[in-house]
């Protein structure tokens, strides 16, 4: 029992870590309908940017969670504005094809900056203790990933269904000429959720930098998951990717401990199954163009 209760933790810290990088994908995706595979990279940013301020600044990691999911956020917000803002009336393919490209583009520009090397994050010191839980030592810093991810999880389910702001994203979705006719700039809105699904998976680079580490190609990785993430989940559902996000943490920790060769089977598979017996996700709505 100590055994499946350890592995428990576990999978719950890596199914919240997997929340934290997912959900801005899920903010933007899901609340804009814009497809964003640089998703992955701006997660790469975030973990590379706050690489450089924690080795320059004495290895303060707090600072580098300040600083960089917001360069993120700037970076996202030149994005949306100058290179997707014009393919949102030519549909998806247009989004896939320019932010894939973007995608490798950032890649090379990774590589020529940083290198190619494995690099990787220390833990923040009052973080990189242990504490003893089912007679095993737990990593402080992966409970703290639970308490983050709980609390954001909670942050964003509030904004998006309790607040006057989550109100006219929803509505704005649904019928942007209304909501404009309303006197609400729709465009600044979803501008402003891009920005903040921008600095989401900055975020998600800085906290996850010091368990997963550095290494190329670490985007197209994250990205995978990411979408396996928001296909199980559902587009437009803050909850669903909550739920999604445990799921998949649980069965792949799991699947990793009994049957390591099985793992990424499991997970794909389990996303074939949600896709033929509800293909709108577990708890996912209909996204609308706009």
């Known amino acids: 029992m100590d055994i499946i209760g350890a592995q428990l933790v576990n999978s719950i810290s890596y199914g919240l870590l997997l929340f934290v990088i997912t959900c801005g994908l899920s903010l933007v995706f899901g609340i804009l309908g814009v497809l964003n595979l640089a998703h992955g990279s701006l997660y790469m940013i975030g973990a590379y940017v706050s690489y450089s301020i924690t080795v ?5 990691f707090w ?13 996202s917000l030149i994005i949306e504005m100058i290179l997707l803002r ?3 009336q030519l ?23 940083w290198g190619s090397d494995v690099l990787s994050i220390p833990l923040p010191q009052s973080l990189s203790g242990t504490v003893t839980l089912f007679n095993q030592a737990f990593p402080v810093y992966r409970l703290a990933v639970i308490a983050i991810g709980l609390i954001l999880a909670g942050l964003l ?15 704005g979705l649904s019928d942007k ?26 975020f998600g680079g800085v906290i996850a930098a010091p368990i997963l580490g550095l290494y190329p190609s670490m985007e197209f990785q994250t990205l995978i998951l990411a979408l396996v993430v928001l296909v199980i989940g ?37 996303m074939a199954v949600v896709l033929i017996v509800k293909p709108n996700g577990l708890l996912g709505r209909q996204v609308v163009k706009h």
């Open 234 to 270: 559902g587009l437009g559902s803050i909850a669903g990717t909550f739920v999604a996000s445990l799921t998949i943490g649980i069965v792949e920790t799991f699947c990793r401990f009994l049957v390591p060769e099985l793992s990424l089977f499991v997970v794909f598979g389990l």
């Open 157 to 171: 389910w509030f904004i998006q269904e309790k607040t006057r702001w989550g109100a006219i994203i929803r509505a």
């Open 177 to 202: 000429e209304m909501i404009c006719a309303l006197g609400v700039n729709i465009q600044l809105v979803f501008t402003v959720v891009f920005f903040i699904g921008g600095y989401l998976a900055g």
């Open 86 to 88: 014009p393919t949102y």
């Open 63 to 75: 600072l580098a969670l300040i600083i960089a999911p917001l360069a993120v956020a700037v970076c």
């Open 56 to 60: 320059h600044s004495g290895q303060n």
């Open 91 to 113: 549909g998806h393919l247009s989004q896939v094809l320019l932010t894939f490209g973007l995608a490798y583009v950032i890649h090379d520009m990774t590589a020529a900056i």
